[in-house]
């Protein structure tokens, strides 16, 4: 058995594919230390470096004294107490949904709300790039699966179409993100609106890195558009630009009540610890407050001091929708070089690899948080352009492969 797990993990290796953990001997911020070395961090969803927040660590604490660690059981059973409902309550008054479940992870709530939604009469229609736990849960479900190339209208449209004429009985699921993680962009939102009306679908929408970073308050991509009472399902994360462990959806008093009864992430799952939730409420009201939408605003001036820096080839490709900029390289070898190089360096960068981008498209993921300095982000470009001229960067005549649409 060991001998069989050997030959494959050496097959991982010989692919640039194997990977391995690394140590952070410190807390979560602009800085980290990894076996004793301080390193520039830009690897981290903690986009509004709330991750060590005194705020946050304090409502943490406050939870423990009163509460202890373990929430002792799932929420149907005995573990729903007076941190989640202030959570959930929190979270219907920033994001203006009449509803919201939490989970226990980003994770569980994608993987046990699709099924919940779908089940094998029924057709599950995903972007491309849709994040694991999406294509996860639609798998679960047991729907027909159908993928549209990224950001592809006129695909999703004939998927559409297809699913209605030959499903007529069928529900239409649409799901997508808002600001998709590997590669930073936005989705179409006000097109797919239109094509999800036309068609009478249902649109889930994961919202997780455009969370505390788009629209009023950090409430996201639909926020932003005024678009917020057209999804159907919003999702998010606790865990990225919150700072804390969890994932939400909001929505409809109907939707939460049967996800409640069916998401079996949910029902089968112990509830997250009470000190988590307390600690995501504090992110929430935060981020609702006129100090946290200054801290927003503050990313998006680090966003577009990131972007001045990049190399011209780079920042020529496009304007800023996110905090996340993909560097992308495609060979998984080069790739890692860089990164490898950067940490040299003293800036901690990952290479993105299959199975999170297709093959051949391999990058470099650059997060940047609201907790960086200048000088930080200085560092960084300077170290990206010296590798770009140095020829460490990509050959700017070589053909450049995309995880898009293949
Ligand atoms: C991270 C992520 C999730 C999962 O959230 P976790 O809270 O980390 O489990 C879901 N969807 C997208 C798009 C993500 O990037």
């Known amino acids: ?61 406050v939870a423990i004294k009163k509460f202890g660690v373990g929430a002792g059981a799932s929420r149907l059973v005995s573990g729903t107490q007076s941190p989640h409902v202030a959570l959930e ?20 709530a994608a993987v046990g709300t699709l099924p919940a939604l779908a089940s094998k009469h029924d057709v599950i229609i995903l972007d491309k790039l849709s994040h694991a736990s999406l294509i996860d849960g639609a798998r679960l479900s047991g729907a027909t699966i159908r993928v549209f190339p ?36 936005q989705a179409p939102l006000g097109e797919l609106v239109e094509l999800k009306k036309r068609f009478d679908a249902v649109l889930v929408l994961d919202e997780a890195h455009a969370i505390g970073v788009l629209g009023p308050n950090g409430r996201g991509l639909a926020a932003e558009l005024g678009l917020e009472r057209e999804v159907d399902v919003q999702l998010g994360t606790l865990s990225k630009a919150l700072g804390v462990s969890g994932g939400y959806i909001c929505g409809s008093r109907a939707l939460i009540d049967w996800l409640i009864n069916r998401a079996r992430s949910f029902i089968f799952s112990t509830a997250p610890p009470p000190a988590l939730a307390a600690a995501a409420t504090a992110a929430i009201e935060f981020l609702a407050s006129a100090e946290g939408e200054n801290r927003r605003l ?96 990509w050959d700017a005549a070589e053909p450049r492969k995309s995880g898009v649409g293949t």
């Open 298 to 393: 503050l990313l998006w001036k680090r966003i577009v001091r990131l972007h001045a820096e990049l190399p011209a080839a780079e920042a020529a490709k496009g304007t800023a929708n996110s905090a996340i900029v993909p560097w992308i390289v495609g060979d998984e070898q080069r790739a890692l070089d860089l990164a490898r190089a950067l940490q040299g360096e003293g800036l901690l960068v990952p290479a993105i690899r299959y199975p999170t981008v297709a093959k051949g498209a391999a990058r470099l993921r650059i997060t940047v948080s609201a907790a960086h300095t200048d000088a930080q982000i200085a560092q960084l470009g300077g170290a990206l352009r010296r590798l770009t001229a140095t020829g460490y960067g």
């Open 1 to 61: 058995m060991s001998d069989l797990f050997q030959e494959q993990l050496q097959a991982l290796r010989a692919q640039s594919l194997h990977r391995k953990l690394r140590e952070i001997g410190s807390a979560q911020g602009p800085e980290i230390e990894i076996v004793g070395r301080q390193l520039a961090n830009f690897s981290s969803n903690d986009y509004l470096g709330l991750a060590n927040d005194p705020l946050l660590r304090k409502a943490a604490t």
């Open 150 to 185: 990224h950001n592809h209208l006129g695909k999703l449209e004939s998927h559409l179409e297809w699913a209605q004429r030959e499903l007529p009985e069928a529900r239409l699921i649409v799901v997508t993100e808002s600001v998709f993680s590997m590669d930073g962009d």
């Open 89 to 108: 309550n929190a979270l219907t008054k920033w994001k203006r949904t009449p509803a919201a479940l939490v989970f226990s992870s980003g994770y569980a």
